[in-house]
């Protein structure tokens, strides 16, 4: 009896203190933050955990959680204090935070098909890891409250030059995009600017905290 009622209240704390399991239990014990603990008001869906994805497989697992390192998630939630103050209507979609050094090789693993040159241009070769890997890089869109994602041209992980930002002008111009994807585009990078990150010419949906340099020296990959 005296085993019962020690253990009792034990695992109940554990279970109502936010003690999480598996690989989101694993992101926390290396120091990383649940962006949705700092910004309740922030959606996730991340797409490497579902089958939704560029390589039609579920790389994460139980990993179901947006992580970043607590510089960066703070710099995540004062992007979406910006876009919170301008468009009370929207909210930042987390399609993918940190991710570990299994699901980045497991990415890897799944374009048998291209030489290892051609992959590159899909995916960071694990050996070098992406800014991802550092959980300083984040992948993200623009939402209605209910979860519904704006029109940006392109879906994510759209590979080719229209996902390109440094070709909407010419894009918007040819009539390739609309000028409210152009405008939602914008917004989504006028946030994150606001915010402290910097968009890439690539991908329109890509954000780094920091340089891939700074982000090695000042954490250790995600694994
Ligand atoms: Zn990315």
Request: overall charge positive; glycine content about 6%.
């Amino acid at each position: 009896m005296m085993f019962r009622s020690f253990f009792f209240p034990l695992t109940s704390l554990l279970l109502f203190s936010g003690f999480a399991h598996g690989q989101n239990g694993s992101m926390q014990k290396q120091g990383l933050i649940d962006v949705q603990t700092v910004d309740p008001s922030m959606l996730v869906e991340l797409k490497y955990s579902t089958t939704d994805n560029f390589v039609k497989q579920d790389v994460y697992g139980d990993l179901t959680r947006a992580y970043l390192q607590p510089m960066v998630a703070q710099k995540l939630r004062r992007a979406s204090q910006w876009l919170q103050v301008r468009r009370p209507d929207l909210r930042l979609l987390i399609y993918d935070a940190a991710r570990p050094q299994s699901a980045q090789w497991k990415l890897w693993n799944a374009l048998p098909q291209y030489s290892e040159k051609q992959r590159r241009t899909y995916v960071a070769d694990p050996r070098e890891g992406s800014i991802h890997s550092y959980g300083c890089a984040v992948d993200l869109t623009l939402a209605t409250a209910d979860g519904r994602a704006l029109d940006m041209g392109t879906p994510y992980d759209f590979f080719g030059p229209k996902a390109y930002p440094r070709q909407e002008a010419q894009m918007l111009k040819s009539g390739t995009l609309t000028k409210l994807q152009v405008a939602n585009r914008r917004l989504l990078r006028q946030a994150m600017q606001a915010g402290g990150f910097m968009p890439i010419a690539y991908e329109w949906w890509h954000f780094n905290a920091l340089s891939r340099k700074q982000a090695r020296q000042q954490f250790k990959r995600v694994e």
